[in-house]
């Protein structure tokens, strides 16, 4: 189902996942044949419709009550309503619901419980439940969306997810393990959301770049037949730049990916040492990839011109399907506020001489005082630069928060004071880890020379295009002098004509399918036209000659017109 | 119909007003009763497949036959189907059609003939006609933009719209009045288009803002309740710009028509002496306008969070509906490059010594060498640091094109090697206009202190946003120093600070009523959560506790799948 979401998918991608990583070995025992042989069918039902990044502000209720050994789930708020998760309106009959625990009067925080809340025979809501579909949105239209109210639903107490923490028979509240382990599973998450976000963009990519190599336009020699759009110089600015954004996230997805991996054993083995730094990384990561194929998705489908709003390009569904990832799993601007959270501490921790890992090792060095690159755009002038920028603006970040501090500012307030500019700066950050992850991925290929060639060209677009996009941030105390900015102009015009005749091999190296995309414009043999005709000869408007809607509203409508006007 | 065309609006807003304009006075006396009383119903066929903006690069052909005194209309290729028109495909009878004339073997150029395309009585296709719906589209669910094919079909000598030109009965081809009149249609039309941009962004402001001001997320100092989240300092930096955005293309809009309308009498008397100038403007307006609209209305949708993607919150729908004005009416891009080219003729007029008249009128002058915005933000500075832009980019493409002739390009390939400068040349130019008009329509509130305050940072906010965005441009050449620079994002964070009180009544100062905004979120009574409930409650879905789809696909998909795994 291209661009559609399974109305079970959730089931596999959240609920068992989330009893599988929360339930202690008995409950995995008893809840996970259950699910993997359907006989339940579950979601995960997290968000509320007054409350969603900010976890710890749910307000759903969890209470125990020892006398009958139970947990009584209540949406004490019209705010606490449960809301948005998938599957959660008329197709599912159990969900893991996060909720406030409470056990002797004392609140514990957000625990996990499986609740049921339709019956298994009769699939009608159980009592003390209210379910529905939260009704019709932008795309996501195979996927019920549902809001959940519990008036007081009794569950066992066995129904708390106990890996890490525990309530008792006679409701004690005992904590296991560290809840660190859970940020694993987030970094696997979002690896998997930069990824998509990255194949997202590439498939917008391929419509664009191959309908434009079939679509012609406008006089560019007189006389002379209309040229490909592809030749224009001002859609390869509009396209390749995305291009390359597209490559450069999706080696981005797969390092943070496969570091993960690394890490794992590390990780489960109690050594939490490299995890906050790939933690605070993949949320910006998470953010920046979304946020990029969002507006990148749309700037393809507006350079199809008319034919883009057409469904027979394939855009709009790509663009609805991607654009939830800007907001769920950790909306982007708190993502991004994140990131700059670990690296203000990683400033601190290098103004006090300590040595940074990993990514942020570049904090610790003192760089090059004035901007390297050159007319041969030497990839590590380029990182060298990106390093810089970062390093100004994390380290201007951390003095604008500490100099609000200083007139007396609270630090919550002084963050906030100072959120626009620690924003930018964790920007910066998770550029240059991009940029110097793509420098790392094309050596990768140093065997194959014509396609480390391409790909480097591709690596040099990215950095050249983005140093365009933040000039001001790059000449900032005289780093970048104005004439390698001019310079970086032209370098930019003749990297797009440098990769010109790529384009179209740098789509198809993607081996989407026509199936995948979904589009009359981007097919792979280019055969547009007279597909666009079949296409849309093939719509329901179209299955008679004369609409039934003309004869029941537009006729009489007409006539009556008609006669007013006499 | 908030937010939704008219089946039958391009009667009115085109076909009408094409033979209007277009017509001679017999024609007019002839057609317009038909349609005013709307014994026929038409649409404006212009668009095809394959052809858009270049209208020189239309195919269908018009040819006279002088034995029968007839045109014959048709369809030569695939790529010359009309496409897109809108109410095409189902519910009009008739359309003004552009094609190429053809007379005695020779061809005239693109001109428009009143065809019929569907019967009077059975409302079928007419013999030779081959027309229908184009298929589903991103948005404009109620509009019917169709495809039509003609198979030489013959049409009377009166049905070509002779006002400007004229084909004789024995086929002789006689051009009567000057083409630019017609540029004075363009330049009307676009300043509506400019005028919904700033209306379409104004209502996503109005929604994302309100809706900021109810919900309530995070903690901002511990123990305390959430804020509102247009508390938060990076909520502001989304969208206070973009309510200032929406402020400065409302004002641009209603000046450029009110311009129109000043020299109307002029264009008429055929003293077509300001119109190159505004029309050049509006190119570029027009483009200006509806990118910032796109993309803004986007960004408040976002700012939503997950609500934003729900149609409770009426932004995907304002958003469907906006985007196709960034590809009707001239893709953007090619509108820019219009207002690049004439920049390029007044540079060259200028170089000459010759004075220029109104907008550009800036390129004479040498203008300051330094920046002179200071701490108070003073208009006259902030404009005048926009013209400096604006005359060094305009200079700097000129001088590109010059140097990429000298080495021997034909003038058009010049042309596309520089094309990305000439754009962005284009863009500080419209831009500088914005902000200038911003400044003096500031002025026609002088007498209301308040209010002239308070648009006076929205102006400021414009203009220092634009900065930012733009700081290599404003740095190059040492024109702004870093100090400023600096200075800069400071002054943007005090402005964010400044208007947050009266960013919810400037909002409201718009007055869009909740019927015309169609949003659940952005309700002037802020009742949003018992509203979202009660909306998603009344959702078809939810007609029912079990959906008939459960019964017919889900539940036996369920117990195939059990049995399959056990």
Redesign the interface.
């Known amino acids: 189902m291209p661009h559609e979401s399974s109305?079970i998918g959730l089931h596999t991608t959240m609920f068992i996942p989330a009893i599988a990583g929360q339930g202690s070995d008995k409950q995995r025992r008893k809840w996970l044949p259950l699910c993997?042989?359907?006989?339940i069918?579950g979601t995960y039902a997290q968000?509320e419709?007054?409350?969603?990044?900010?976890v710890?502000?749910l307000e759903t209720t969890a209470t125990y009550d020892p006398q009958t050994e139970q947990f009584i789930i209540n949406s004490p708020t019209?705010?606490s309503?449960k809301?948005?998760p998938g599957n959660l309106?008329?197709?599912t009959n159990h969900a893991v619901v996060l909720a406030q625990l409470y056990t002797g009067g004392k609140c514990h925080g957000i625990h996990a419980f499986i609740v049921q809340h339709r019956d298994m025979e009769?699939?009608?809501?159980l009592p003390g439940v209210e379910v529905?579909?939260?009704?019709?949105?932008?795309?996501?239209e195979a996927v019920?969306n549902g809001?959940l109210r519990y008036h007081n639903v009794r569950i066992p107490r066995d129904n708390m997810l106990m890996r890490y923490s525990e309530v008792t028979k006679d409701g004690r509240y005992i904590r296991k393990a560290n809840e660190k382990l859970t940020y694993g599973t987030m970094v696997f998450v979002r690896s998997a959301i930069v990824s998509t976000a990255a194949k997202n963009l590439g498939e917008a990519c391929t419509i664009a770049i191959r309908y434009s190599a079939v679509?012609?336009?406008?006089?560019?020699?007189?006389g002379e037949p209309?040229p490909q759009v592809l030749?224009?110089?001002?859609?390869q600015?509009?396209l390749f730049p995305l291009l390359a954004t597209s490559y450069a996230y999706w080696f981005a997805g797969r390092s943070m990916r496969e570091t993960y991996l690394d890490i794992q054993g590390q990780i489960m083995a109690g050594d939490f040492k490299r995890l906050p730094e790939l933690h605070a990384l993949s949320a910006g990561l998470k953010a920046m990839s979304t946020w990029a194929t969002?507006?990148g998705i749309?700037t393809c489908r507006?350079s199809c011109?008319?034919h883009?709003?057409?469904?027979?390009s394939g855009l709009?569904k790509i663009y609805?399907d991607a654009?939830?990832a800007?907001?769920?799993e950790g909306?982007?601007?708190?993502m991004m506020?994140q990131t700059a959270r670990y690296l203000m501490k990683a400033c601190g921790q290098a103004a006090q001489g300590n040595e940074l890992p990993g990514f942020v090792a570049y904090l610790n060095q003192k760089g090059v005082d004035r901007c390297m690159i050159g007319d041969d755009l030497s990839l590590v002038s380029l990182v060298s630069a990106y390093q810089h920028r970062a390093r100004r603006l994390i380290g201007k970040a951390a003095l604008q928060m500490k100099a609000h501090m200083e007139r007396g500012q609270?630090q919550?307030?002084a963050w906030?004071?100072a959120?626009?500019?620690l924003?930018h700066c964790a920007k910066a950050h998770v550029q240059c880890y991009v940029l110097k992850n793509f420098v790392d991925s094309i050596e990768q290929y140093g065997h194959h020379e014509d396609v480390a060639r391409v790909l480097t060209q591709l690596c040099q677009l990215f950095a050249v295009d983005g140093i365009?996009n933040n000039?001001?941030?790059?000449?900032?105390?005289?780093f970048m002098s104005?004439d390698q900015?001019?310079n970086m102009?032209a370098k930019?015009?003749d990297l797009?004509a440098a990769i010109r005749p790529n384009a179209v091999a740098l789509v198809d190296a993607f081996d989407f399918s026509d199936h995948l995309l979904q589009s009359v414009l981007g097919r792979y043999d280019g055969n547009v036209?007279?597909n666009?005709?079949e296409?849309?000869?093939?719509?329901p408007?179209?299955d008679t000659?004369?609409?039934d809607?003309?004869y029941q509203y537009?006729?009489p409508f007409?006539k009556e017109?008609?006669k007013s006007?006499?």
Chains 1, 2 share one sequence.
């Open positions: 109305p993997e042989s359907y006989r069918v968000t419709v007054g409350h969603g990044t900010f710890r502000g019209l705010t309503t809301w948005w309106g008329k197709t009769t699939h009608q809501p529905g579909d939260i009704g019709p949105k932008f795309g996501y019920d809001f679509r012609r336009q406008s006089e560019m020699k007189p209309e030749d224009y110089q001002t859609q600015h509009k969002n507006e749309e507006l011109g008319g883009g709003y057409s469904h027979a709009p609805v654009t939830p800007c907001t769920y909306e982007n601007t708190v506020l609270p919550e307030v906030n004071l959120s626009v500019q924003v365009l000039a001001g941030d790059f000449l900032q105390g005289g104005y900015l001019d102009t930019l015009l797009l036209y007279e666009m005709l296409w849309a000869k093939s719509s408007l179209n000659q004369v609409h809607s003309y537009m006729q007409l017109m008609h006007k006499l």
